[in-house]
T-cell receptor
Framework: KQEVTQIPAALSVPEGENLVLNCSFT??????LQWFRQDPGKGLTSLLL?????REQTSGRLNASLDKSSGRSTLYIAASQPGDSATYLC????????FGTGTSLTVIP | DTAVSQTPKYLVTQMGNDKSIKCEQN?????MYWYKQDSKKFLKIMFS???????INETVPNRFSPKSPDKAHLNLHINSLELGDSAVYFC?????????????FGPGTRLTVL
């Protein structure tokens, strides 16, 4: 059974820092991996989708990489801002969707 | 302009009651999903429908029954509610084949069973 782990569970950084969030999964037989952000009391917003054949995707200050063979993905956030504060979830799609438990990010002004 | 909407946003009810949560998407997507997020923030898929047909049905109690009257709607009906059903339920949709497309999520419905 697929297991998705996100480290760290919580992260607090000063504004302007670059940071990396990690996601690991145990079964490399996936179709894609997706990163989401979840704001308190709100739904999930899709940030980046990486197909299994791709190595990375970029959107603005965000860059996500995928190493399927090692079962890892990273989400890189450049020049963090207080508005980036949220919980970040990764999800892999194999025979079904599996979500990690998320990393709670706080960017301190 | 809301892409994926859910009603109600909050639902507080007594054990044993029957309740429904509605979901609608105006994105023209063919596939819709229901997820349950427990108190530990862990999201788990419950159901997926593609063009009104069930394509994923995870191991959930048969007290949960999805209904898709058309491809823009996927409602979740829950019978005989139990304390353990308390969670946030998210609806989502994607373009067509769920293997390759971004999912768009609704704002969630926080269900509290007393």
């Amino acid at each position: 059974k697929q297991e998705v782990t996100q480290i760290p569970a919580a992260l607090s950084v000063p504004e302007g820092e670059n940071l990396v969030l990690n996601c690991s999964f145990t079964d490399s037989a996936i179709y894609n991996l997706q990163w989401f952000r979840q704001d308190p009391g709100k739904g999930l917003t899709s940030l980046l989708l990486i197909q299994s054949s791709q190595r990375e995707q970029t959107s603005g200050r965000l860059n996500a990489s995928l190493d399927k063979s090692s079962g890892r993905s990273t989400l890189y956030i450049a020049a963090s801002q207080p508005g980036d504060s949220a919980t970040y979830l990764c999800a892999v799609l194999g025979n079904q969707f599996y979500f990690g438990t998320g990393t709670s990010l706080t960017v301190i002004p | 302009d809301t892409a994926v909407s859910q009603t109600p946003k909050y639902l507080v009810t007594q054990m044993g009651n029957d309740k429904s949560i509605k979901c609608e998407q105006n994105l023209g997507h063919d596939t819709m999903y229901w997820y349950k997020q427990d108190s530990k923030k862990f999201l788990k898929i419950m159901f997926s429908y593609n063009n009104k047909e069930l394509i994923i049905n995870e191991t959930v109690p048969n007290r949960f029954s999805p209904k898709s009257p058309d491809k823009a709607h996927l409602n979740l009906h829950i019978n005989s509610l139990e304390l353990g059903d308390s969670a946030v339920y998210f609806c989502a949709s994607s373009q067509w084949d769920y293997t390759g497309d971004t999912q768009y999520f609704g704002p969630g419905t926080r269900l509290t069973v007393l």
